[in-house]
Nanobody, 116 residues
Framework: QVQLVESGGGLVQPGGSLRLSCAAS????????MGWYRQAPGKQRELVTAITRGGSINYADSVKGRFTISRDNAKNTVYLQMNSLKPEDTAVYYC??????????WGQGTQVTVSS
C-alpha cells in the first residue's frame, strides 16, 4: 500500500506561480515512478509530468518550459513547480505513484485555478 498526500493548490492570477507537493508513505520501495496528472472539467485526465526512480523525466508539451518536477528522497516527496500559469492550466491535479509490478496509486487531488 502507498499513501499519497497532496498540498499546495489554490487560486492564482495568469502569469503567477504555484508549487504542489506530494508526500508518499507506506511501501515506498515498490514505487517505480511518480508524477502529476490533471483533469479539467469535461476533459480526460492527462499526464502533466513524471519522474522515474532512475531520475528520467518527461513533460507534456503544453507545460514544457513552465513546469518543473523535482523530488526530495529524504522526505519521500515530489514537487511540481508551476510558473507562467495560464487559464488553461486550471484543473484538479492528482499525484500518481506507479508501482514496479504495475498498478497505480492516486492522491486525493488538489484544485488549481488560474483566473484574474
Amino acid at each position: 500500500q502507498v499513501q499519497l498526500v497532496e498540498s499546495g493548490g489554490g487560486l492564482v492570477q495568469p502569469g503567477g506561480s504555484l508549487r504542489l507537493s506530494c508526500a508518499a508513505s507506506g511501501s515506498i520501495f515498490s514505487i517505480n515512478a511518480m508524477g502529476w496528472y490533471r483533469q479539467a472539467p469535461g476533459k480526460q485526465r492527462e499526464l502533466v509530468t513524471a519522474i522515474t526512480r532512475g531520475g528520467s523525466i518527461n513533460y507534456a508539451d503544453s507545460v514544457k518550459g513552465r513546469f518543473t518536477i523535482s523530488r526530495d528522497n529524504a522526505k519521500n516527496t515530489v514537487y511540481l513547480q508551476m510558473n507562467s500559469l495560464k487559464p488553461e492550466d486550471t484543473a484538479v491535479y492528482y499525484c500518481n505513484a506507479r508501482l514496479v509490478r504495475g498498478g497505480d496509486y492516486w492522491g486525493q487531488g488538489t484544485q488549481v485555478t488560474v483566473s484574474s
